[in-house]
């Protein structure tokens, strides 16, 4: 039986649940479990904090698990990254009270508080700054104020807790985060695992594409399937009047618009669009 672990709570839980149902695990999960069953894909799930995911997936007691990519870099366990999951994203940056560093080598000597502290450790030994790491655990955004730390190093998605705190972000990330699926680091690929990961890719390119169905007269068939190139090729039905086709193809979600814009104006009609449940490329 595979043994998964996914995060309990925080940014990653609920999107980590939702992507899993919808590759067709989980079906049955109520929200407070902590362990749940899945005999019909023979998936055994654990749910866990997220910090401690990549420690168990890393000791071997559980196959894969899903968490973030600094979570993982920070536990320091012997796990790798197997598949970006595309949601949870998120920087690991360095803020100073405002006015107060332009650059990394501002924070030279400082004290910096930070929940992160093995991710932070490796950076700044990495960058050659010498500064006192402050772990603390939770928020960090209050560290300066309080006089425990002159600056910190923290997980930021939009940065406005830090300017409430009299904080200004300093420099580039110094990671860029999501969620990733994990695994022990050399541990060969068996078949569940590949099974999930087929899924849950299938799940990523269900929710970025969809399908667009439309009629074109012959002349303009070669240059709407320009606009609709799919993914191989666009399927092309003849129609009951001969000199007009019904074109079907896969369209990045982002793009739709446009893409309906564009055939209109080539002549399409009919023009239709469909969501993608799941597929395998």
């Known amino acids: 039986m595979l043994k998964v672990a996914i995060p309990n709570k925080g940014q990653l839980a609920d999107p980590a649940r939702e992507m899993l149902q919808e590759a067709g695990y989980l079906r049955n999960a109520g929200v407070r479990d902590l362990v749940v069953q899945d ?20 000791a071997g007691t559980l196959d894969i698990g899903i968490t973030g990519r600094d979570m993982l870099l920070d536990s320091g366990a012997e796990a790798t990254e ?14 100073a009270p405002i006015g107060s560093a332009q650059s990394f080598a501002d924070f030279e000597g400082k004290r910096i508080a930070t929940s992160y502290d093995g991710l932070l450790r490796s950076w700044l030994t990495q960058s050659g700054i010498n500064a006192t790491v402050v772990r603390l655990d939770g928020a960090v955004e209050n560290a300066v104020a309080l006089g425990v730390a002159d600056a910190v190093a923290d997980v930021v998605a939009t940065g ?16 860029v985060s999501e969620a990733t699926v994990v695994r022990r680091t050399g541990a060969p690929m068996t078949t569940p695992v590949d099974t999930m990961i087929r899924r849950l890719q299938s799940v990523m390119v269900a929710r970025t594409f969809v399908l667009v169905d439309y009629d074109i007269k012959a002349d303009n068939l070669a240059a709407a399937c320009a606009i609709t ?16 086709s019904a074109v079907r ?19 399409a009609r009919g023009i239709l669009v469909t969501d993608i449940r799941a597929c395998r490329l």
């Not at 023979?42 to 890393?58: I, S």
């Not at 197997?82 to 803020?95: C, H, I, M, V, Y």
């Open 39 to 58: 005999p019909a894909n023979d998936v055994e799930f654990f749910f866990l904090r997220p910090k401690d995911v990549a420690l168990y997936v890393g």
């Open 82 to 95: 197997l598949l970006p999951l595309g949601f949870a994203p998120s920087t690991f940056r360095l803020a």
């Open 160 to 175: 406005t807790t830090l300017r409430k705190a009299g904080l200004e972000i300093v420099g580039e990330p110094i990671l």
């Open 249 to 267: 193809a896969m369209v990045k979600s982002a793009d739709v618009h446009r893409v309906m814009d564009e055939l209109y104006e080539l002549g």
């Open 229 to 244: 190139p799919g993914i191989e090729s666009p399927t092309v039905s003849p129609l009951h009047e001969s000199d007009w």
